[in-house]
């Protein structure tokens, strides 16, 4: 059954109205006009990074023959060094919105308010455009888990205005559209994590955050107006967030750093919803972007399974598309594994790259292998692995572990294992 969820606004009640208030304040200072270029079925211009870039072609995974770089620049991922989140190893929902056309609302997603589809310059894939105020929710995440970790990926236009709406996104107990409506009109009460972020300030040099968790409408834990410098418009655009819940306990990162850590954050049942929210109606031409959704369970325990077991699996080894350039935020992952080697010695693994079957198979197989060594070289250059005990190897799409057509199905494919030798 379909939520269209009514005019109520996913926002957190008290820091909203303090925000409101400052940004009344700060009125004089909003001078600066927006210069987003939004046109369905092209691509954005460069006014989104600055970098004036040819665009990247929109895929999964890979469209043009594998790079040649074996790794990341040297130190490149020690600007993650302090990222601890490790993310599941099971893929139960993706999004990329390969599967919609541009210029249309997402198939999987319902909204009492709009957006589209689009493509933009310098940044691989199709994103949800939104700038109107409403309630935004994706369908495909019936239900969550105690234990789960959600990603994304979010951007903004670069001249994004401080009075301009905050993006909302909560972990939500949903039982009606009704309820949840009443709860926005002050006459109910929410259950529910809510996380809000806006990439501009004040003293327009940080981004702000904050949130609110709350159980039939009190608020049991709340921080307001936290700066972050890890979403920007003027300075960094585009971040990754990563949730991660492990039953009561919620931990949220931007990019590498961890902006929320409450341990006692969802102490209710029946989180079932990912809502996200705009709340200011004089958010547009101002406009926030997100894709690349990645729902996955299961804590991955390393150590037993490469020492008794003798194979660990893992999805949370990220690459950029159509490269073997290994993302920073796949730091956590990597630290793991280097730690299991360095406290066994004696320990030695082969490396295996595999990938989905979008693509010729010839170009699949080249690529996983390219894939099994830049984690080799990470292994070995960030983390002082011994490459004596590292072998790698590639298998391209000839051994999926699922073989549905799913975005998620294709999220599980796209994985490295280590095997005990």
């Given at each position: 059954m379909?939520?269209?969820?009514?005019a109520?606004v996913?926002l957190i009640a008290?820091?909203?109205?303090?925000?409101l208030?400052?940004?009344?304040k700060n009125?004089?200072k909003?001078?600066?006009e927006n210069?987003?270029?939004k046109?369905?079925g092209?691509?954005?211009d460069?006014?989104?990074d600055?970098?004036?870039?040819?665009p990247?072609?929109?895929t999964?995974d890979?469209?043009?023959?594998?790079?040649t770089?074996?790794?990341?620049a040297a130190?490149e991922?020690k600007?993650y060094?302090?990222?601890?989140?490790?993310p599941?190893?099971?893929?139960?929902?993706w999004?990329?919105?390969s599967?919609?056309?541009k210029?249309?609302?997402?198939?999987k997603?319902n909204?009492n308010?709009?957006?589209?589809?689009v493509?933009?310059e310098g940044?691989?894939g199709q994103?949800?455009?939104?700038?109107?105020?409403?309630?935004?929710?994706?369908?495909?995440?019936p239900t969550l888990?105690?234990?789960?970790?959600?990603?994304?990926?979010?951007?903004?236009?670069?001249?994004?205005?401080?009075l301009?709406?905050?993006?909302?996104?909560a972990?939500?107990a949903?039982k009606?559209p009704?309820q949840?409506?009443?709860?926005?009109?002050?006459s109910?009460?929410r259950?529910?994590?809510?996380t809000?972020?806006?990439?501009?300030?004040?003293?327009?040099q940080?981004?702000?955050?904050g949130?609110?968790?709350?159980?039939?409408?009190?608020s049991?834990?709340?921080?307001?107006?936290q700066?972050?410098?890890?979403?920007h418009?003027?300075?960094?655009n585009?971040?990754?967030?990563s949730?991660?819940?492990?039953?009561q306990?919620?931990?949220?990162?931007f990019?590498?750093?961890?902006?929320?850590?409450?341990?006692?954050g969802l102490?209710?049942?029946g989180?079932?919803a990912?809502?996200?929210?705009l709340?200011t109606?004089r958010t547009?031409p101002?406009?926030?972007?997100i894709?690349n959704?990645?729902l996955?369970v299961?804590?991955?325990?390393?150590?037993?399974?490469?020492l008794?077991?003798?194979?660990f699996?893992?999805?949370?080894?990220?690459f950029?598309?159509n490269?073997d350039?290994?993302?920073?935020?796949?730091?956590?992952?990597?630290?793991?594994?280097?730690?299991?080697?360095?406290?066994?010695?004696?320990?030695?693994?082969?490396?295996?790259?595999?990938?989905d079957?979008?693509?010729?198979a010839?170009?699949?197989l080249?690529?996983?292998?390219?894939?099994?060594?830049?984690?080799?070289?990470?292994?070995?250059?960030?983390?002082?692995i011994?490459?004596?005990?590292?072998?790698t190897?590639g298998?391209g799409?000839s051994?999926p572990?699922?073989?549905?057509?799913t975005p998620?199905?294709?999220?599980n494919n796209?994985?490295v294992e280590?095997e005990?030798?």
């Amino acid at each position: 059954m379909k939520y269209i969820i009514a005019a109520g606004v996913l926002l957190i009640a008290g820091s909203a109205q303090g925000q409101l208030l400052n940004k009344l304040k700060n009125l004089a200072k909003d001078k600066v006009e927006n210069k987003v270029v939004k046109e369905s079925g092209k691509v954005m211009d460069s006014a989104l990074d600055g970098k004036g870039k040819k665009p990247a072609p929109a895929t999964s995974d890979k469209t043009a023959a594998a790079s040649t770089a074996a790794a990341p620049a040297a130190g490149e991922l020690k600007v993650y060094s302090a990222f601890d989140f490790i993310p599941g190893d099971k893929v139960i929902a993706w999004e990329d919105f390969s599967q919609d056309a541009k210029g249309d609302f997402p198939a999987k997603w319902n909204t009492n308010a709009g957006g589209e589809i689009v493509t933009l310059e310098g940044h691989p894939g199709q994103w949800l455009a939104l700038s109107k105020t409403g309630v935004y929710m994706p369908e495909f995440i019936p239900t969550l888990p105690d234990n789960f970790t959600l990603e994304f990926d979010l951007g903004c236009n670069p001249d994004f205005r401080y009075l301009s709406s905050p993006f909302t996104f909560a972990i939500a107990a949903l039982k009606t559209p009704e309820q949840y409506t009443r709860y926005m009109q002050g006459s109910g009460g929410r259950t529910g994590f809510t996380t809000w972020v806006l990439p501009n300030s004040p003293n327009g040099q940080t981004g702000k955050t904050g949130y609110d968790a709350d159980v039939n409408g009190e608020s049991i834990s709340r921080l307001q107006d936290q700066e972050t410098s890890q979403f920007h418009g003027k300075t960094k655009n585009f971040m990754k967030v990563s949730i991660w819940r492990q039953k009561q306990r919620v931990r949220i990162y931007f990019n590498e750093q961890k902006v929320v850590d409450v341990a006692k954050g969802l102490t209710a049942t029946g989180y079932n919803a990912f809502v996200l929210s705009l709340s200011t109606a004089r958010t547009e031409p101002d406009q926030y972007f997100i894709s690349n959704i990645r729902l996955a369970v299961g804590a991955p325990d390393m150590r037993n399974k490469l020492l008794t077991e003798g194979k660990f699996t893992t999805t949370g080894i990220l690459f950029d598309v159509n490269s073997d350039r290994i993302k920073p935020e796949s730091y956590g992952v990597l630290k793991e594994i280097a730690g299991v080697l360095k406290d066994n010695a004696a320990l030695k693994v082969k490396i295996t790259g595999h990938t989905d079957s979008d693509g010729e198979a010839a170009y699949n197989l080249n690529l996983s292998k390219q894939r099994a060594a830049a984690v080799k070289k990470a292994l070995a250059t960030e983390f002082g692995i011994d490459v004596e005990r590292l072998e790698t190897d590639g298998k391209g799409e000839s051994a999926p572990v699922d073989k549905a057509t799913t975005p998620a199905a294709k999220a599980n494919n796209r994985r490295v294992e280590f095997e005990k030798l």
